[in-house]
């Protein structure tokens, strides 16, 4: 039952760079065909297909080592932890639908970034996936900031947020099978073990109601708590 849970949450991490690539190879493909290629375009779109693979295989050793004490932390600037997440997780092919705001404290860290990297790159998804059915402007909503020698990372968006009757029961695991209204793989057991189990912190998550230029919204609000030093 583990592995098959792990093996879908594989699955599910590479979905989105492999689109990444596949969406970067097609479309030098038709500049080229059209004569519409640019050294610019060319270097942007190589550049893109080697952060995926490079994420792809990182993908395979964290999960490798998902169950071993031994790994190491490594000092990064919460930043570019973000920036990296949002380039693998392709977010500049879905910008023109949905809009991102950040409001960044750019703390350094001491964690593991690729498993960071991986929650953050699921709860994306799982913004994403919730926003697809909503009819007004779409938004996710990144912040971060330092509080009591502690990072707090807190990701929402304006889908309306999630249903009360399941709200408690979305970091359980195999929920995601049982509940496919909420999106399939989306891995939020696995986010829930990463951030407890790994790096001694807190991941929740609520509905919440608050107002963005000068407009009201009300969406799902993750909350990731954890130490500033592992």
């Known amino acids: 039952a583990s592995m098959g849970e ?74 570019d932890v973000i920036e990296t997440s949002l380039d693998l997780f392709g977010f500049k092919y879905v910008s023109n639908s949905v809009k991102l705001v950040k409001e960044i404290e750019n703390i350094s860290i001491n964690t593991y970034e690729n498993e960071l990297i991986q929650v953050i790159i699921n709860l994306l998804n799982n913004a994403k996936d919730a926003l697809e059915e909503s009819k007004e402007e779409k938004y996710i909503f990144i912040s971060t900031k330092k509080a009591n020698n502690r990072l707090i990372i807190q990701l929402k968006d304006n889908a309306g947020g999630i249903p009360k009757e399941i709200l408690q029961k979305i970091f359980e695991p195999y929920f995601t099978t049982k509940h496919k209204s909420i999106g ?38 993750f909350t990731i708590n954890i130490p500033i030093n592992i």
Not at 9 to 33: C, D, V, Y
Not at 53 to 68: A, C, G, M, P, V
Not at 198 to 212: A, L, P
Request: charged fraction near 25%; proline fraction near 1%.
């Open 6 to 79: 792990m093996i879908g949450n594989i699955a599910h991490q590479w979905r989105q760079p492999l689109s990444t690539i596949m969406i970067a190879a097609t479309g030098m493909k038709f500049q080229k065909e059209h004569d519409l290629l640019t050294d610019e375009d060319f270097n942007n779109s190589v550049e893109s297909i080697k952060k995926s693979t490079h994420y792809l295989s990182d993908t395979i050793e964290d999960f490798r080592n998902f169950f071993k004490s031994d790994q190491e932390s490594s000092e990064v600037l919460i930043d």
């Open 184 to 221: 399939t793989g989306i891995g939020l057991y696995m986010c829930e073990q990463i951030i407890t189990k790994h790096m001694n912190g807190i991941i929740s998550v609520k509905n919440i109601e608050y107002t963005y230029l000068n407009k009201k919204f009300k969406g799902a609000s």
